[in-house]
């Protein structure tokens, strides 16, 4: 899309809700500031034409046998906008990729539905349809549908309750518009500070480096201050709440009384603040701090678990396990050459399970395995055994989070185990990486990039084996860790 002038975009509420700063710095960012930027990836390229593929293929099959007619020439903004009216007041039942424009606000949405129901052009009006490669509907999506369903009600004269997404499985999702307005005015209401000029005060979220381009921008400005944006898990509303109250700074928050401001403002309450005040105090000496015992009690034998998988395509292609026996480590992978082969490896994954012992724990780091099992399993079905390796589980990340108290800004295993002394050997280094590195094994046929992931996964594995063993080593007791640590010095991890 063209665009002439400021406008308020669509784009502008994912980017808001990925790094605040990213729609103020894609407005006023300096020459200087602009060196900073990331670039797409060829990937993050390659996906986005995947997404208008993808999308053009939903609604071919979807809507098959119906009239549907583009608004989209790429001309500019204002043309496109005074195409999509013009086929609006035509009346045309399904309007692909039109512009709806007013004042300094403008969208695209996917589809625009003709429904029966007066508006100013007539006895009908329409209703804004997405198509998303999503399960669910985010919030987000709905940020966008009430934006386009707001720019609609100022053209037709008659707000569309109903927006829906239609997701990657092919089901519509509509919700209630009217319910989630005032939220959304809420967002207009900061998003037009920002085009206004208006810096947000500093944020600093895992999203702003992986999805946004301004992360380094993020990272420099609070640490510019030592800003509290640096405290761990703490959100946007948390942080108004403590500036509002005078604590802008992590020394201000390592010298708060949470007693004091249990409840002074909605949200704030003695505990959270507990957390906070300790991440800030962990932050200002470098000190880690085992809050309580973590009680590991492992059963039977030990194993770790990691999956690689390609979310463009929704495919799990990589099950990485490290098992701890006596004799030694081992690992084991199942692999899915190929994206058709994920049944199969998930046959065999079952196999596998059927020779386990009867007994033993299996680690993980977060809970994304324990869904992508579930996800599986409705599609290809699951087994006693299954549900034995669930019921043996024990999330690693919860653990930690839940006693131990880092110096880091972050708490991945990508930030934790390198803090601890952990190095991966893989010229991969992050799954975003692993998902670019298989799409491109997918066409090269390279086995050296698979012996790369597969390597990968390795240490993946490897690095949650390295952080139980740290936990039953280091965090037997509550007690704190200054430097210079007990355990190896760790590599920098931010």
């Given at each position: 899309?063209?665009?002439?002038?400021?406008?308020?975009?669509?784009?502008?509420?994912?980017?808001?809700?990925?790094?605040?700063?990213?729609?103020?710095?894609?407005?006023?960012?300096?020459?200087?500031?602009?060196?900073?930027?990331?670039?797409?990836?060829?990937?993050?390229?390659?996906?986005?034409?995947?997404?208008?593929?993808?999308?053009?293929?939903?609604?071919?099959?979807?809507?098959?046998?119906?009239?549907?007619?583009?608004?989209?020439?790429?001309?500019?903004?204002?043309?496109?906008?005074?195409?999509?009216?013009?086929?609006?007041?035509?009346?045309?039942?399904?309007?692909?990729?039109?512009?709806?424009?007013?004042?300094?606000?403008?969208?695209?949405?996917?589809?625009?539905?003709?429904?029966?129901?007066?508006?100013?052009?007539?006895?009908?009006?329409?209703?804004?349809?997405?198509?998303?490669?999503?399960?669910?509907?985010?919030?987000?999506?709905?940020?966008?549908?009430?934006?386009?369903?707001?720019?609609?009600?100022?053209?037709?004269?008659?707000?569309?309750?109903?927006?829906?997404?239609?997701?990657?499985?092919?089901?519509?999702?509509?919700?209630?518009?009217?319910?989630?307005?005032?939220?959304?005015?809420?967002?207009?209401?900061?998003?037009?500070?920002?085009?206004?000029?208006?810096?947000?005060?500093?944020?600093?979220?895992?999203?702003?480096?992986?999805?946004?381009?301004?992360?380094?921008?993020?990272?420099?400005?609070?640490?510019?201050?030592?800003?509290?944006?640096l405290l761990y898990n703490v959100d946007v509303k948390k942080l108004r709440l403590l500036r509002d109250l005078g604590i802008r700074t992590i020394d201000d928050a390592a010298k708060m009384n949470p007693i004091v401001l249990d409840g002074a403002a909605l949200g704030l309450r003695?505990?959270?603040?507990?957390?906070?005040?300790?991440?800030?105090?962990?932050?200002?000496?470098?000190?880690?701090?085992?809050?309580?015992?973590?009680?590991?009690?492992?059963?039977?034998?030990?194993?770790?678990?990691?999956?690689?998988s390609d979310p463009p395509n929704d495919v799990d292609y990589l099950y990485g396990f490290l098992l701890r026996y006596a004799t030694g480590d081992e690992y084991k992978a199942f692999v899915a050459r190929r994206?058709?082969?994920?049944?199969?490896?998930?046959?065999?994954?079952?196999?596998?399970?059927?020779?386990?012992?009867?007994?033993?724990?299996?680690?993980?780091?977060?809970?994304?395995?324990?869904?992508?099992?579930?996800?599986?399993?409705?599609?290809?079905?699951?087994?006693?055994?299954?549900?034995?390796?669930?019921?043996?589980?024990?999330?690693?990340?919860?653990?930690?989070?839940?006693?131990?108290?880092?110096?880091?800004?972050?708490?991945?295993?990508?930030?934790?185990?390198?803090?601890?002394?952990?190095?991966?050997?893989?010229?991969?280094?992050?799954?975003?990486?692993?998902?670019?590195?298989?799409?491109?094994?997918?066409?090269?046929?390279?086995?050296?990039?698979?012996?790369?992931?597969?390597?990968?996964?390795?240490?993946?594995?490897?690095?949650?084996?390295?952080?139980?063993?740290?936990?039953?080593?280091?965090?037997?007791?509550?007690?704190?860790?200054?430097?210079?640590?007990?355990?190896?010095?760790?590599?920098?991890?931010?």
């Amino acid at each position: 899309m063209s665009l002439h002038r400021d406008y308020l975009t669509a784009s502008d509420f994912y980017h808001f809700l990925q790094c605040p700063h990213w729609p103020y710095y894609d407005r006023f960012a300096t020459a200087e500031e602009q060196k900073l930027r990331r670039e797409p990836t060829q990937s993050e390229l390659d996906r986005r034409e995947d997404g208008i593929a993808h999308e053009q293929q939903v609604i071919a099959k979807l809507f098959s046998g119906k009239e549907i007619i583009e608004a989209r020439n790429e001309r500019d903004a204002e043309h496109d906008a005074e195409a999509t009216l013009t086929l609006m007041k035509q009346g045309v039942s399904l309007i692909y990729q039109g512009t709806l424009t007013f004042g300094d606000w403008t969208g695209r949405p996917d589809l625009l539905e003709r429904r029966d129901g007066p508006s100013v052009f007539g006895d009908w009006h329409y209703v804004p349809v997405d198509v998303k490669s999503t399960h669910h509907l985010e919030k987000y999506q709905k940020l966008q549908l009430v934006f386009y369903a707001s720019l609609l009600e100022r053209i037709q004269h008659r707000f569309p309750s109903e927006p829906a997404i239609i997701n990657r499985d092919g089901l519509r999702m509509p919700f209630f518009a009217e319910e989630f307005v005032p939220e959304f005015e809420g967002f207009v209401a900061e998003l037009e500070q920002i085009r206004a000029g208006e810096k947000p005060d500093p944020v600093l979220r895992k999203s702003c480096n992986d999805s946004g381009p301004w992360g380094k921008l993020c990272l420099r400005d609070a640490q510019a201050t030592n800003d509290i944006a640096l405290l761990y898990n703490v959100d946007v509303k948390k942080l108004r709440l403590l500036r509002d109250l005078g604590i802008r700074t992590i020394d201000d928050a390592a010298k708060m009384n949470p007693i004091v401001l249990d409840g002074a403002a909605l949200g704030l309450r003695e505990h959270g603040l507990s957390v906070m005040k300790r991440q800030a105090q962990s932050l200002q000496t470098q000190s880690v701090i085992v809050r309580e015992p973590v009680s590991l009690n492992t059963r039977g034998l030990e194993i770790h678990f990691d999956i690689e998988s390609d979310p463009p395509n929704d495919v799990d292609y990589l099950y990485g396990f490290l098992l701890r026996y006596a004799t030694g480590d081992e690992y084991k992978a199942f692999v899915a050459r190929r994206l058709e082969d994920e049944g199969d490896m998930w046959k065999s994954f079952l196999a596998w399970l059927e020779t386990l012992p009867p007994e033993y724990t299996v680690y993980h780091f977060a809970n994304y395995e324990v869904n992508r099992l579930s996800i599986l399993e409705q599609r290809y079905g699951g087994s006693p055994w299954l549900d034995l390796f669930r019921s043996s589980m024990v999330d690693l990340k919860e653990l930690t989070t839940h006693s131990i108290t880092f110096p880091l800004y972050f708490y991945g295993l990508k930030n934790i185990a390198p803090f601890l002394g952990f190095t991966w050997r893989s010229d991969v280094k992050g799954g975003s990486q692993s998902v670019d590195v298989f799409e491109t094994y997918l066409e090269t046929r390279d086995e050296a990039l698979l012996d790369s992931i597969i390597l990968y996964n390795e240490d993946d594995v490897r690095a949650t084996a390295h952080l139980k063993d740290w936990l039953a080593a280091y965090a037997k007791k509550a007690t704190v860790h200054e430097l210079p640590y007990p355990w190896e010095l760790p590599q920098l991890p931010l």
